[in-house]
Antibody, heavy 116, light 110 residues
Framework: EVQLVESGGNLVQPGGSLRLSCAAS????????MSWVRQAPGKGLEWVAN????????YYVDSVKGRFTISRDNAKNSLYLQMSSLRAEDTALYYC?????????WGQGTLVTVSS | QSALTQPASVSGSPGQSITISCTGT?????????VSWYQQHPGKAPKLMIY???NRPSGISNRFSGSKSGNTASLTISGLQPEDEADYYC??????????FGTGTKVTVL
């Protein structure tokens, strides 16, 4: 059974940093692109970033470029999102999802709240 | 990277058919077959309903169908049922090698 479990969400002050993790199981993690998608409270889905199966390519939505870094550790079956210079508008439930263009598998999400 | 345009809400009676549109540009919807549709119930993670414009994942009812014409993709739900009441989002691959979601549509079963 495919499982994606996010962690690391928390309350953080504006300008602060946070690292999200996504633990994957039930499939060959190193064979798949992985993605982060977020959803602000009461709002729609927003694609954030993705990373190629071997980590050699990464892409970001413009609003997080230069502030967020997506990475992975295939030996640990884990996906990460390092977030810095956080803003109030980054407040959202962050989901990790498997693959690049279609998301059959999602985690349950981890909540990031940016507030003073 | 502007969000794809969807109607804010669509409603229908049980048994009826409804269609949700998703309008983008030639740099996303119009340029690629990688259009997907997701259903999201309150407090739940999104669920993939359609991928690559018109393909259904295993286990998804054939009441859900997808199509595309030019820069606009569409999701049709036939034989509307109470459990279809949810938010629906389209997504598309883009020429920047990124993904973009639609603005979302709330489906109400009257």
């Amino acid at each position: 059974e495919v499982q994606l479990v996010e962690s690391g969400g928390n309350l953080v002050q504006p300008g602060g940093s946070l690292r999200l993790s996504c633990a994957a199981s039930g499939f060959t993690f190193s064979s798949y692109w992985m993605s982060w998608v977020r959803q602000a409270p009461g709002k729609g889905l927003e694609w954030v970033a993705n990373i190629k199966d071997d980590g050699s390519e990464t892409y970001y939505v413009d609003s997080v470029k230069g502030r967020f870094t997506i990475s992975r550790d295939n030996a640990k079956n884990s996906l990460y999102l390092q977030m810095s210079s956080l803003r109030a508008e980054d407040t959202a439930l962050y989901y990790c999802a498997r693959e690049r263009t279609r998301y059959l598998y999602w985690g349950q999400g981890t909540l990031v709240t940016v507030s003073s | 990277q502007s969000a794809l345009t969807q109607p804010a809400s669509v409603s229908g009676s049980p048994g009826q058919s409804i269609t949700i549109s998703c309008t983008g540009t030639s740099s996303d919807v119009g340029g690629y077959k990688y259009v997907s549709w997701y259903q999201q119930h309150p407090g739940k993670a999104p669920k993939l309903m359609i991928y690559e414009v018109s393909n259904r994942p295993s286990g998804i009812s054939n009441r859900f169908s997808g199509s595309k014409s030019g820069n606009t993709a569409s999701l049709t739900i036939s034989g509307l049922q109470p459990e279809d009441e949810a938010d629906y989002y389209c997504s598309s691959y883009t020429s920047s090698s990124t993904l973009v979601f639609g603005t979302g549509t709330k489906v109400t079963v009257l």
